[in-house]
């Protein structure tokens, strides 16, 4: 009894850096957007009444707006990340030698290493109003300024980390599995694609779950992607937040929409492992 | 016609030759088991058969058809693996109907056909349980029902019993010869394991090195075992190394071997010079009491005394240990009648065995 009260003293450390790092500021958070803001100032007013009108104003239309189209590509490109992913973990997974499968994950960590900004530059210069593709696109008759163009160009852009990162969640899922059930259907007469659909894909169903979710965490967050590559005409939360707080100080408004989209994360991840369980017994 | 045939096939991966030449061919209703260590390509026999592998060289037939470039689900081959490989998300009776499906059965048929495959192996009203809800036994029997539920041209069995215990191995194996043999199924059984291979097959082939060695009725292979490695794979066996051979006398030979024991066994043939070993089943020699008047001496039998080192009773066999002159060790198994006479290690008895018994190499 005695040690395993010691065992929990060793949480301790632990629990105080994220209560002190973490908890502690979300609930300044939280206390801040329920505070009023009078434009030109910084932050709240000090002492100022509590209000929700902070959330009250997320009902508006223009919000709305900012949501869907940070939810509908995050989510797009989740479940594009996935369809592509899948087939590319399957082959690594069972890559017939070992080095095979050790240099196609080493490729795929480090294209996850080179930075974002340059990422995101080399795709402005190539599918940008600008870039080197343009005249192309000119001639497909591709408007390279349409919302629809550069809708394109963002999710591309938050393919380059979803799809990596979906591939290494995915090739874990696959190799927990047994590929004698996959040789099971082919060998009962379902071709491979009916044998992947049935038996393989409801199989690792988790790891897909986790892999749409990890994906979704970063296209929701996603700042520099929208940023740059949005050209101003398209943004996202992220940018909606920080212009909030940096551009217009206000606080409170900031603090209200990065408390919506927390609850909205919780959900989502509730939401999807629900549906995760309902589909492995399916 | 042959279900099932088999010509020259090869398999390489890289430098590694799996299987070479190897050719096979199967009769409708037939049991054929193929036999023997690990590495010597029986696996890879068995996956190119189902379509997992595609050989580099030679023809797979399946009812007159070549299936060389068939993918697996093209060809109706029934496989029972060795893990079962139940789908763990689907009930009993949605493993059992998976197959039927794709290999084009009404789907007014199909819960009918559940429920007679169910039947054969014993599992009725287990139709909605999942597979982990089942014993091993219970596993296995889902298998093979929904190995046979598309009614397969061949039906593939690999390591089918290795998976269980003792005890429930030799039930499962009574019952699974039977009901291949009630559906007449066209079937190949991959093992290692010999007791396996010679009681559920109707022949026996061993492989050996990507191989055949030798194609027999399991108690030709344990009688008349083709080669050395035969003979030391398949039963228990007491060897002797031959240093030179003497007299012949009616069809007989004396060899002197390594231990400095004379042995007298069939006189090799004519032009034959490689027999350098001979080989006696434990269960041919007789242990009798060495004051025993010699009577079973002569040109056609061995008769050796020697000291009991070791009696282990295992159950219906007792397994004796004696020492021959010459510190040469050998195993005489006999059965066990109920009465022990009484060996015991320290006790000096005389070893008798057939001349006709010996196997010479």
């Known amino acids: 009894m005695k040690s395993a009260r010691y065992k929990?003293?060793?949480?301790?450390?632990?629990?105080?850096?994220?209560?002190?790092?973490?908890?502690?500021?979300?609930?300044?958070?939280?206390?801040?957007?329920?505070?009023?803001?009078?434009?030109?100032r910084i932050g709240s007013v000090e002492g100022g009444p509590l209000t929700l009108a902070n959330y009250a104003e997320l009902f508006q239309p223009v919000y709305g707006q900012y949501f869907a189209q940070t939810y509908v590509l995050a989510i797009c490109s989740s479940a594009v990340s996935i369809v592509f992913a899948f087939p590319i973990a399957y082959c690594i997974a069972r890559a017939e030698f070992a080095w095979m499968q050790k240099a196609s994950i080493s490729a795929i960590v480090g294209l996850m290493f080179l930075s974002s900004l340059v990422r995101v530059y080399a795709l402005e210069l190539t599918f940008g109003s600008t870039g080197v593709l343009a005249p192309l696109m000119s001639i497909m008759d591709i408007n390279t300024n349409s919302r629809l163009y550069i809708n394109f160009v963002i999710l591309a852009g938050l393919l380059q980390y979803c799809i990596p990162m979906s591939i290494l969640i995915l090739i874990g899922a696959?190799?927990?599995?047994?590929?004698?059930?996959?040789?099971?259907?082919?060998?009962?007469?379902?071709?491979?694609?009916?044998?992947?659909?049935?038996?393989?894909?409801?199989?690792?169903?988790?790891?897909?779950?986790s892999a749409f979710l990890v994906s979704m965490t970063l296209g929701v967050s996603a700042f520099v992607i929208p940023l740059i590559l949005g050209r101003g005409r398209i943004l996202f939360i992220s940018n909606l937040i920080y212009s909030r707080f940096s551009e217009i100080a206000n606080y409170p408004s900031g603090a209200a929409i990065s408390i919506v989209m927390m609850v909205l994360a919780l959900l989502l991840i509730l939401v999807m492992s629900r549906l995760a369980t309902s589909l492995e017994r399916a | 016609m042959n279900v099932l045939e088999l010509k020259d096939v090869t398999k390489k991966y890289g430098s590694f030759?799996?299987?070479?030449?190897?050719?096979?061919?199967?009769?409708?209703?037939?049991?054929?088991?193929?036999?023997?260590?690990?590495?010597?390509?029986?696996?890879?026999?068995?996956?190119?058969?189902?379509?997992?592998?595609?050989?580099?060289?030679?023809?797979?037939?399946?009812?007159?058809?070549?299936?060389?470039?068939?993918?697996?689900?093209?060809?109706?081959?029934?496989?029972?693996?060795?893990?079962?490989?139940?789908?763990?998300?689907?009930?009993?009776?949605?493993?059992?109907?998976?197959?039927?499906?794709?290999?084009g059965a009404p789907a007014a048929a199909i819960p009918s056909r559940i429920k007679q495959m169910l039947s054969l192996v014993q599992l009725g009203g287990m139709e909605a349980r999942y597979p982990n809800q089942l014993s091993g036994g219970q596993q296995q029997r889902v298998a093979l029902a929904r190995a046979l539920a598309t009614d397969p041209k061949v039906v593939l069995l690999d390591e089918p019993l290795s998976a269980?215990?003792?005890?429930?191995?030799?039930?499962?194996?009574?019952?699974?010869?039977?009901?291949?043999?009630?559906?007449?199924?066209?079937?190949?059984?991959?093992?290692?394991?010999?007791?396996?291979?010679?009681?559920?097959?109707?022949?026996?082939?061993?492989?050996?090195?990507?191989?055949?060695?030798?194609?027999?009725?399991?108690?030709?292979?344990?009688?008349?075992?083709?080669?050395?490695?035969?003979?030391?794979?398949?039963?228990?066996?007491?060897?002797?190394?031959?240093?030179?051979?003497?007299?012949?006398?009616?069809?007989?030979?004396?060899?002197?071997?390594?231990?400095?024991?004379?042995?007298?066994?069939?006189?090799?043939p004519s032009g034959y010079n490689g027999g350098s070993d001979l080989c006696v089943r434990p269960e041919h020699i007789e242990l009798i009491d060495s004051?025993?008047?010699?009577?079973?001496?002569?040109?056609?039998?061995?008769?050796?005394?020697?000291?009991?080192?070791?009696?282990?009773?295992?159950?219906?066999?007792?397994?004796?240990?004696?020492?021959?002159?010459?510190?040469?060790?050998?195993?005489?198994?006999?059965?066990?009648?109920?009465?022990?006479?009484?060996?015991?290690?320290?006790?000096?008895?005389?070893?008798?065995?057939?001349?006709?018994?010996?196997?010479?190499?």
Not at chain 2, 203 to 225: D, K, L
């Open chain 1, 8 to 40: 929990l003293l060793l949480l301790l450390p632990a629990v105080a850096v994220f209560v002190l790092f973490l908890v502690f500021p979300i609930l300044i958070v939280l206390n801040e957007s329920f505070h009023t803001f009078e434009p030109g």
């Open chain 2, 17 to 103: 030759t799996a299987v070479e030449n190897v050719s096979l061919e199967l009769e409708p209703g037939k049991v054929l088991s193929l036999l023997g260590p690990s590495g010597c390509g029986k696996t890879t026999t068995l996956r190119i058969i189902a379509g997992f592998a595609v050989p580099d060289g030679g023809t797979v037939q399946i009812a007159g058809e070549d299936v060389g470039q068939l993918k697996p689900y093209e060809r109706n081959v029934g496989l029972l693996f060795q893990d079962y490989a139940l789908f763990p998300h689907m009930t009993v009776a949605q493993n059992v109907a998976y197959g039927m499906r794709y290999r």
């Open chain 1, 174 to 209: 696959i190799k927990n599995l047994n590929p004698r059930l996959t040789e099971a259907a082919l060998s009962l007469g379902a071709p491979a694609l009916a044998a992947h659909l049935t038996v393989t894909i409801p199989l690792s169903i988790r790891g897909i779950v």
């Open chain 2, 164 to 268: 269980l215990d003792a005890k429930l191995r030799l039930e499962l194996r009574i019952e699974l010869k039977e009901i291949l043999r009630s559906v007449g199924a066209t079937t190949i059984v991959v093992t290692h394991d010999q007791e396996e291979a010679l009681s559920l097959g109707d022949e026996v082939v061993i492989m050996h090195a990507g191989g055949i060695v030798q194609r027999g009725a399991p108690t030709q292979i344990y009688q008349s075992p083709a080669n050395k490695f035969v003979a030391e794979f398949v039963g228990r066996s007491n060897w002797f190394q031959v240093i030179r051979s003497g007299q012949s006398v009616a069809g007989f030979t004396s060899y002197i071997t390594s231990d400095g024991v004379e042995i007298r066994a069939k006189s090799p």
């Open chain 2, 291 to 361: 004051a025993a008047p010699e009577a079973l001496r002569g040109a056609e039998h061995n008769s050796m005394t020697g000291v009991v080192l070791d009696v282990a009773s295992l159950g219906p066999d007792v397994h004796v240990v004696v020492e021959l002159p010459g510190k040469a060790r050998v195993l005489a198994i006999r059965k066990n009648a109920g009465r022990i006479q009484g060996l015991a290690p320290g006790q000096c008895v005389r070893a008798v065995f057939s001349a006709a018994d010996v196997l010479v190499f």
